[in-house]
């Protein structure tokens, strides 16, 4: 797991000097074991490294026995050892152990084609200089990030954006039409960035760069739902058990030590068991919780680490680590943090760092088999849908009133209802969208932006992946997400392990397994009112049923309660600043009303002030170059809480050993 960095001139001529190490540099954490660079008259590349297989002697940039043939390579093909004998065979000679140098003797032996022999998360660009061609790849399901810049005649590209912003053509500019998006999810869809002109290559695509121009195109795609094969509930839950046992194997491929991050979960739990059946010694495993117990998972993570003797260690996080850590962990995502979640999930992977290198994950398990509560709530809105529009317009007009009327409801309830067929005449996607997914719903966006500025726009990228899937309606909503919500998670779980120097591997997002996923029938992933059914199935011997059946928690974090505290006035004059994004681009008497309402406690805006609140510290730190005012954290700003309220840092419990 590395950082990567460079760029490509159509015309001979090179960048200021010292460009390249500056692009490499502003990522060195992703890669603090070593740093490397290729130079021509046409293209540079740079390499951080992070060493996991062949620690000695992996380093790269690599090349091809003639040396007209260069990678920089982040990821790893977990596949190489299989892959590496027919290269061989054919005659080409190898000089490390490493998968990366496989990357380039397979590109030889195949072309552009290569990609469909590989099994791993990766993102590479690999440099012809006999033809003046770079190819350009990003792993199926988008695990490892890959950004670029192109204004037809300079091409860089990086693994995060700020690297390119250390070309002395790339400056940063906001993304404008991407605010209404923004503002709902709190995260792109498509291949744009909140940065202009900065592009994401898509999961599964390859960017082909030659003297003639650019061109990408998709070598694998997300499988849809199949014609469900004629099999038993045991067939299947064994066929499961197999291939998720083989993936596992397959990611404890390291030169390394590694761990597990537990969340005491069935996902992560399961991780853990089948780990713990692989290798020889005791898995170690990290957990991240808070001061405030309701919020926290400790109890479960120490259970589940208790049953699987794990050596097992756990990190507290309180309000004022929290804050304290948002900026910089804004700047480590490049874009606004989507999620709470990101800030615990830096803090475990430091954890984690002080004692392995490798951490496996539990991450799309939910995607995958229905592991979310909306996939079967909206399904149950589906149902009511043509019972509930047999009544007359004028009865839903009176319903949707006394919905927006009730004093009987809580805020947060009444403002769900207003998200349903209950409270909207609209089409139930959008609902889905606005209810599930949305901190602004479509008519928030409307009253905080100028009318050519939602336009209905927000959720077009979301909706034509939806109407893409062919499926059932489970089937859609698992192909949507997988499609946009998963990718995204993929990139706070990236950027947030690697603001760790940690590698982190994702188990369930094996691409044969998730084409394996696609061909389990809807009842198999949810049953009644059972999420992740097959899943659940598959594990009963590995795990106590109390684990495996517990209520999903969801990482949650205490942000509601950390609002309404009197520490917390900090963050709300930090919105009404003047001369940030937010004043700039939103109305402010609608954000003033909104603030106000959420002190008051007439209306939980938790969320909605989460997503203010990381655009205003992103637009500071990179529209308006102010990140010396973030250096000493958010509480610089904010109130610190009281010194006998503070967590001890990184409060480490004492392992949890065998009995």
């Not at 054919?90 to 072309?111: I, K, M, Q």
């Not at 045991?234 to 597990?260: A, H, K, N, Q, Y």
């Not at 062919?470 to 706070?492: F, I, P, R």
């Amino acid at each position: 797991m590395c950082g990567i960095a460079g760029f490509v001139n159509l015309t001979p001529g090179s960048a200021p000097a010292g460009t390249l190490e500056r692009m490499t540099g502003v990522i060195a954490h992703r890669g603090p074991d070593g740093a490397g660079f290729y130079r021509d008259s046409f293209a540079e590349l740079g390499h951080r490294r992070l060493a996991i297989i062949d620690v000695a002697g992996g380093q790269q940039p690599i090349s091809n026995e003639t040396g007209h043939l260069w990678i920089i390579y982040n990821g790893e093909i977990f596949n190489h050892a299989e892959v590496r004998p027919d290269l061989e065979r054919a005659g080409h000679v190898y000089r490390t152990r490493s998968d990366t140098e496989t990357v380039v003797h397979a590109y030889e032996e195949y072309g552009p084609d290569c990609l469909s022999r590989f099994r791993g998360m990766f993102a590479f660009a690999l440099w012809d200089r006999s033809t003046r061609t770079l190819l350009c790849a990003r792993d199926r399901l988008g695990i490892k990030p890959f950004y670029y810049y192109w204004d037809g005649e300079l091409f860089a590209f990086a693994s995060e954006i700020k690297a390119l912003l250390q070309h002395p053509r790339i400056s940063p500019a906001f993304e404008e039409s991407l605010l209404a998006e923004y503002l709902a999810f709190g995260y792109s869809s498509s291949d744009k960035t909140l940065f202009a002109g900065i592009r994401k290559l898509m999961p599964g695509c390859r960017l082909l760069l030659t003297p003639s121009g650019l061109s990408i195109e998709r070598y694998w795609n997300l499988p849809q739902q199949h014609p469900v094969e004629e099999r038993d509930d045991e067939s299947w839950i064994r066929e499961f058990r197999r291939r998720l046992e083989e993936t596992v194997r397959l990611r404890l491929m390291s030169d390394v030590p590694l761990g597990v991050l537990l969340s005491g979960g069935v996902d992560s739990s399961a991780i853990a068991a089948l780990m713990g059946r692989m290798v020889s010694k005791r898995v170690q495993s990290f957990s991240v919780g808070y001061r405030e117990e309701t919020f926290s998972e400790l109890t479960q993570a120490s259970k589940a680490a208790a049953h699987l003797g794990t050596d097992h260690r756990e990190v507290i996080i309180g309000m004022d680590d929290f804050f304290a850590a948002l900026p910089e962990l804004v700047w480590h995502e490049d874009e606004p943090l989507a999620w709470p979640s990101s800030v615990a999930l830096y803090f475990v992977s430091r954890l984690a760092s002080q004692h392995v290198k490798v951490a496996l994950t539990g991450e799309g398990s939910d995607e995958l088999f229905a592991g979310y509560r909306r996939y079967r709530l909206y399904a149950l809105n589906r149902r009511c849908q043509d019972y509930y529009r047999v009544l007359p317009a004028w009865i839903r007009g009176r319903i949707r009133q006394a919905v927006a009327a009730s004093r009987l409801l809580s805020p947060s309830v009444r403002r769900k209802l207003q998200h349903t067929i209950l409270g909207l005449d609209e089409s139930l996607e959008s609902l889905y969208l606005d209810n599930f997914y949305s901190a602004f719903s479509r008519a928030e966006q409307g009253r905080l932006l100028a009318p050519q500025e939602v336009n209905g726009g927000a959720y077009q990228p979301f909706l034509e992946h939806w109407r893409a899937a062919g499926a059932s309606l489970l089937g859609q909503m698992l192909y949507a997400d997988q499609k946009t919500y998963l990718v995204e998670l993929l990139m706070k779980q990236d950027q947030m392990s690697m603001a760790c120097s940690i590698e982190s591997r994702v188990p369930f997002l094996d691409h044969l397994f998730v084409e394996f996923a696609a061909g389990v029938p809807d009842r198999m992933k949810m049953r009644g009112g059972q999420a992740k059914y097959i899943l659940k199935r598959a594990v009963e011997d590995l795990l106590p049923r109390d684990i495996i059946y517990r209520t999903k928690m969801g990482f949650p974090t205490p942000l509601r309660q950390w609002l309404r505290r009197p520490e917390a006035a900090g963050v709300f004059a930090i919105l009404r600043s003047k001369d940030g994004l937010v004043a700039q681009y939103l109305d402010r008497g609608t954000v003033e009303r909104l603030i106000a309402s959420h002190q008051s406690g007439l209306q939980d805006a938790t969320d909605r002030i989460w997503r203010l609140l990381n655009l205003q510290l992103w637009g500071d730190i990179f529209m308006l170059q102010r990140r010396d005012r973030w250096r000493e954290g958010l509480f610089s700003s904010v109130a610190a809480l009281p010194l006998t309220e503070r967590p001890s840092g990184d409060r480490i419990a004492s392992p949890v050993r065998r009995t």
